[in-house]
């Protein structure tokens, strides 16, 4: 079963995701009950057809790379590893819920049932303590070099 679910996330860790077509207003704070209801993903959209490689060697060729940009000042421990959205809601278990169908929460914000979709290959995932992990698009290094 896959791992992971890739979720694009830059410092100020927003919370778009590449499971729905577009991006979804920020997630709202839980009804009443204490659990937030989830949202659908989109259909899966069909790509468009890659261009010729002649095209893509000209492209590449016209690329600019930048420089290296220090690292000064970086480190893992100023990033927590998930911050909390609300109540007890950390940004994973929010973006489980927006992003899953049929998600159910504990009263801790945990999601313990549901069903996810993952957009590269469409296999499902039911389990997401294991089997689903919301990671960052962008490693936090990097955001970090390209803050400026």
């Not at 790509?47 to 492209?59: G, Q, S, T, Y």
């Not at 819920?97 to 039911?126: E, I």
Request: overall charge neutral; aromatic content about 6%; charged content about 20%.
């Amino acid at each position: 079963m896959w791992r992971r679910l890739a979720v694009p996330a830059l410092l100020s860790l927003s919370l778009i995701s590449p499971l729905t077509a577009a991006p979804s207003s920020a997630a709202a704070p839980p009804a009443a009950s204490g659990h937030q209801p989830a949202a659908s993903p989109l259909a899966r959209q069909e790509l468009p057809e890659p261009p010729p490689a002649d095209v893509v060697r000209k492209e590449h060729d016209e690329l600019n790379v930048a420089a290296p940009h220090p690292m000064t000042g970086y480190s893992r421990a100023k990033f927590p590893h998930w911050i909390t959205q609300y109540g007890t809601c950390d940004t994973r278990e929010v973006v489980l819920a927006r992003d899953g169908q049929g998600v159910v929460q504990d009263d801790k914000c945990r999601a313990v049932a549901g069903t996810w979709v993952s957009p590269y290959d469409g296999k499902v995932a039911t389990k997401p303590s294991t089997e689903v992990d919301i990671d960052y698009m962008v490693p936090l290094a990097n955001a970090w070099a390209l803050r400026r």
